[in-house]
């Protein structure tokens, strides 16, 4: 009989359907060296966030086939080391939302009426009743960051509030929007306008400290704030000096930079700060429903069935998905490169499957492009169950299409994104068998690996341009790792490709489109 290790609390509901299939241990506290010990003999993991299945586990873990995540956020799993030993990563990735929603809901009423406090003090035997005066939620403007599951829902609850919604969220479109009875503006007015804000992003290298001293200032000293989403996108120490200099009248935290809190000031903030312990998804119906998500989806695998929401493979037959394997990191690679040069919100899609691949199963292709697409918005909600539909929600018309006759190479991939800031199309192949290679981008002929960190170039074929851009990212101590130009013509327009080693600190893009010659840059993180 298979073995799983339930290393988090799960709602028993969970733990009857694994019982089904497989011996149960339910060990919760383990230190991080008593899970390394433990692991090699389980089959399964199911966990929330409070167990790290980090690279040691995963090397530890000799016959694991699955980590089931209870939850969401797959931020306490490495899962590119989880992918390269075949391991399937699965979460629940809509088990939480309405808890997650009205705990952010909960918080804004209760900043807004100083209900902690208000509850401390009768507590305490004393009768206060001016010092927690409240404000009003109806007719205010509420900020909501990130539309998506959880931020779609606090819009409904809070326009049944009689509250006016302003949206920012560059992957939405306006008609989505206003579906949901929500102006979409720019991050600016939405930081000027709001009288509270609310955080339903997940955190990336662009949201991360999005909240910081400038856009603190720019918002009103009325404003109150809210976090539900994950640690990190609220500068803390930014947020601590706002309260207490007055720029802002509030905030609620429940996710935070580090977890559990450690040391922190804003403890000292009283009733302007209520602070909950990552409690977005405590509730008995979540619990319920998370622990049963997964559970079933690890009962399939240890079956031998596909899971619905894997994080890092797509739902298919072992034996095609082996065959398919490099193509679809091929195509993942692609959509997420071309999502990040397109920038904004992506309109319409062109996935072109060209020479011998033109003869394959193209679904999963055209899945795992949308999932790469995705993935900058998205991170680990995007999987290849729900690429299609997120893809389809957000209006992006896909269009795909097969061409045998192109020779170039034994097989290879178009993919172009057309989107508000413009268009861009990258073409890959596999080489090897296994190892990805970029082979055009924007009709430059280049042919490089993909790398975690990329700059790329438009500008004129003219001597000088590429020591100057050299010389610039050395004076950033940037580090080079390797470089390619493509072009057409001689001195006509060329790209220049370029791995770093590290991502670009703030400010140097614009440098670089500022040196003569240079028409446009773009940076990628894959
Ligand atoms: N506190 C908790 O216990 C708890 C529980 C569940 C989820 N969460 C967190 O809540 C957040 C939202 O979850 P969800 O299920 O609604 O996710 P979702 O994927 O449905 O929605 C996220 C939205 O953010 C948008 N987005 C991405 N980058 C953005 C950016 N730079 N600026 C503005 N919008 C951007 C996306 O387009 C998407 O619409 C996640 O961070 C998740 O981890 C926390
Ligand atoms: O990502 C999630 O699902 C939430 O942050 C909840 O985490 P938890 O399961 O540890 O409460």
New binding site residues.
Partial sequence: MPKVLVSDPIDQSGLDILAQVAQVDVKTKLTPEELVQAIPNYDALMI???TKVTSAVIEAASQLKIIGR????VDNVDVVAATRRGIVVVNSPEG?TIAAAEHALAMMLSLSRNIPEADQSVKASTWNRKAFTGVEVYKKNLGVVGLGKIGSHVATVARAMGMTILAYDPFISKERAAELGCSLVDLDMLFQESDYITLHIPKTSETAHLINAAALDKMKPTARIVNCARGGIIDEAALYEALSNGKIAGAALDVYEEEPLGESSLRELGKSVILTP?L???TAEAQVNVAIDVAEQIRDVLLGLPARSAVNIPGLRPDVLEKLRPYLQLAETLGNLVGQLAGGRVEQVQIRLQGELANQDSKPIVIATLKGLLTNALRERVNYVNASIEAKERGIKVIETRDASVKDFTGSLYVSAKGSLGEHAVTGIILGGSEVRITDINQFPINVPPTKYMLFTLHRDMPGIIGKIGSLLGSFNVNIASMQVGRQIVRGDAIMVLSIDDPLPDGILEEITKVSGIRDAYTVAL
């Fill in positions: 929330r966030s409070g209870a939850g969401v956020g939480n990552h977005g998804a405590s």
